[in-house]
């Protein structure tokens, strides 16, 4: 879809003509009041139950679509976008500026997490829906939850955030610099102009998954999953993939580069490096949660995700709380680290459906 | 809390003593809430703005799909999470005897509610006496049943232990009833020494103020500090 209406962003810049690629399922009411936003993490995309054009795998979170599921298309009209930034289908660096008739490469605007989700009203608009019956997301979707109940609070009814934190911390800017650096240092990756030399960065791209990738897992699900053991028999004495868990990233960083954009990386860990929800209000979170009235929100964590920990979790129930607003809380139990969100979970499951259940229930929903 | 947390449960006795006290339409933290059910009788029959602690998941989860707000945490800990007032009412049902830190708890029940209630085993009880004097074993009762290796009960207190320690923390007794399995709460005077003996259970309703008074308590239909200021919760 394109949304006529220029783009505002937080750096100042404008946007004109933006694209946003999302899908739907299920169908709106008459009273267009069962509508539930999907939010995507970093290298997510709209693809939340369909099949991913490039790996032709289920969607993201396809486990949690179906009737009878969390989200029931029977029942809710969901929907799911591509982030701002990002490289399948909405407008991002990899696409064509308008005044150029180019790729924009690094002359795209630096984006935030607000700019995402200022776009992602706009397709709400568009689609002509008020008020959002769910808004719901993990990790960076969490993240635009968290971001849409700061600027949007009259539009949600409710929202779930899932394995999300309010601030990127320390130790998270680190390690996307880190997948930074590795892209920018890779001489295909030319100055980010890549794609009008007709070159693609996909080592150093691959690298930062790796390294992403493990901030993803959890040391014992490694440790579970790949030991010590080793792809053949015995040491190579040399630096071939001997241990399976290397094998294991290189495998996860060379499927990357075939789905992923090099700069949509470079823009979106930059967005999420940028995202402190509370900085613009004094600091003070609860500020930030001042509209949300008595709005049922719901937080979850993971015990082993050590990418965004309870604490994080934590500290946005308590501002939430603070801002009077409906807040429960679950840390799931659970050995996978970060990504247990989009793993088989069955506590995040039932929770997930009976409080979407309740919810659509307040509202006079089925 | 899980059943474990909340072994001794009086029926449901203390449940309608709860919902007598507490007033319509009041701000209400039910601290080990369980699957929701007092919170969920609570908003029912009162139309409370409830809130729950859980301890476990499979709790939190039962009543969030019973549309009810529960964060998962226990009362040792988590209490912090509420700001200061934020509640008119904060219950503990059973189980101050089963938290790291009894004092604690009480003190942050009335620093984030204006009113506590809480109910507990009477260590004090003829039953729990006896069952002492005569066996020479920790008492084993049908309020307290698991062996001592395995309790959750790790502070019990008599009657006249709690009047004590409201004391001490400068909490004022509102109202005191007796509990016993399948008989009504009964109203009475926590600081006279035959209750001591004769209540099973007990169930206070605390407030912030001068030491307990000797009468016996009435629940006061204002609260000591109506001048409170408008606070987070709406």
């Known amino acids: 879809m394109r949304i006529e209406r220029p783009l505002r962003l937080d750096s100042g810049a404008r946007l004109e003509q933006v694209e946003i690629a999302f899908e739907t399922y299920g169908r709106l009411n008459a009273?267009?009041?069962?509508?539930i936003l999907v939010c995507h993490a970093l290298t997510g995309d709209h693809h939340l139950a369909s099949a991913h054009p490039v790996t032709g795998k289920r969607g993201w979170w396809d486990r949690m679509v179906g009737v009878g599921r969390p989200l029931d298309p029977e029942r809710h009209f969901i929907i799911c976008s591509n982030v701002l930034g990002g490289c399948m289908g909405s407008t991002g660096p990899s696409s064509i500026n308008p005044e150029t008739g180019e790729p924009f490469g690094l002359s795209f605007p630096v984006i935030t997490i607000a700019d995402m989700v200022r776009a992602q009203a706009m397709l709400v608009d568009e689609l002509g829906i008020e008020t959002l019956l769910c808004v719901i997301g993990g990790s960076m979707g969490g993240m635009q939850v968290l971001q849409w109940a700061a600027d949007y609070p009259e539009r949600l009814f409710s929202a779930v955030c899932i394995a999300a934190t309010a601030r990127h911390s320390a130790q998270n800017i680190a390690f996307h610099e880190v997948g930074r650096q590795a892209i920018m240092a890779d001489p295909d990756w030319r100055g980010?102009?890549?794609?009008?030399?007709?070159?693609?960065?996909?080592?150093?791209?691959?690298?930062?998954?790796?390294?992403?990738?493990?901030?993803?897992?959890?040391?014992?699900?490694?440790?579970?999953?790949?030991?010590?053991?080793?792809?053949?028999?015995g040491l190579s004495w040399g630096f071939d993939a001997d241990f399976q868990v290397e094998s294991y990233l290189r495998y996860q960083g060379a499927a990357f580069v075939d789905r992923f954009d090099a700069n949509s990386y470079l823009y979106i860990t930059r967005a999420m490096d940028y995202f402190d929800l509370a900085a613009p209000h004094g600091g003070v979170l609860a500020e930030a949660f001042r509209g949300l009235k008595s709005t049922p929100f719901f937080v979850m964590s993971f015990t082993s995700?050590?990418?965004?920990?309870?604490?994080?979790?934590?500290?946005?129930?308590?501002?939430?709380?603070?801002?009077?607003?409906?807040a429960s809380f679950v840390e799931v139990e659970s050995d996978k680290g970060h990504d247990a969100f989009l793993l088989d979970e069955p506590v995040m499951d039932a929770a997930l459906h009976g409080f979407l259940g309740s919810v659509a229930a307040s509202r006079g929903l089925p | 809390m899980s059943e474990e947390r909340?072994?001794?449960?009086?029926?449901?006795?203390?449940?309608?003593?709860?919902?007598?006290?507490?007033?319509?339409?009041?701000?209400v933290l039910d601290v080990g809430c369980g699957e929701g059910d007092l919170l969920e009788?609570?908003?029912?029959?009162?139309?409370?703005?409830?809130?729950?602690?859980?301890?476990?998941?499979?709790?939190?989860?039962?009543?969030?799909?019973?549309?009810l707000a529960v964060m998962q945490g226990d009362a040792d800990r988590d209490l912090a999470e509420f700001p200061a007032r934020a509640f008119d009412y904060a219950i503990l049902s059973q189980t101050l005897q089963a938290v790291r830190e009894p004092r604690t708890v009480l003190a942050n029940l009335l620093r984030l509610a204006d009113r506590a209630i809480v109910s507990f085993p009477n260590f004090g009880h003829w039953r729990v006496r006896t069952a002492l004097a005569i066996s020479g074993r920790m008492p084993n009762t049908r309020v307290l049943r698991d062996p001592w290796w395995s309790t959750p009960n790790i502070h019990l207190c008599t009657l006249r232990d709690f009047t004590d320690l409201c004391a001490d923390l400068d909490l004022r007794i509102e109202a005191a009833a007796a509990l016993s399995a399948g008989r009504p709460a009964r109203s009475m005077n926590p600081v006279a020494a035959l209750e001591n003996w004769r209540a099973e259970s007990a169930l206070f309703m605390l407030s912030r103020g001068r030491p307990p008074v000797a009468a016996p308590v009435e629940p006061t239909p204002e609260s000591p500090s109506a001048t409170r200021t408008p606070d987070l919760f709406g």
């Open chain 2, 6 to 27: 909340r072994p001794d449960q009086p029926a449901r006795e203390d449940f309608r003593e709860i919902l007598r006290l507490v007033r319509p339409g009041a701000r």
């Open chain 1, 31 to 35: 009273e267009k009041s069962n509508a």
């Open chain 1, 305 to 326: 995700d050590w990418l965004y920990p309870t604490p994080e979790s934590r500290t946005v129930v308590r501002a939430l709380n603070a801002a009077g607003a409906k």
């Open chain 2, 41 to 67: 009788l609570l908003v029912r029959e009162k139309g409370v703005d409830g809130r729950g602690i859980e301890i476990s998941a499979a709790g939190v989860s039962a009543c969030l799909s019973r549309g």
């Open chain 1, 192 to 233: 980010g102009d890549y794609a009008r030399q007709g070159a693609r960065p996909q080592k150093g791209l691959a690298v930062a998954r790796m390294a992403a990738h493990i901030t993803y897992l959890s040391e014992a699900a490694l440790q579970r999953k790949f030991g010590r053991e080793l792809q053949r028999d």
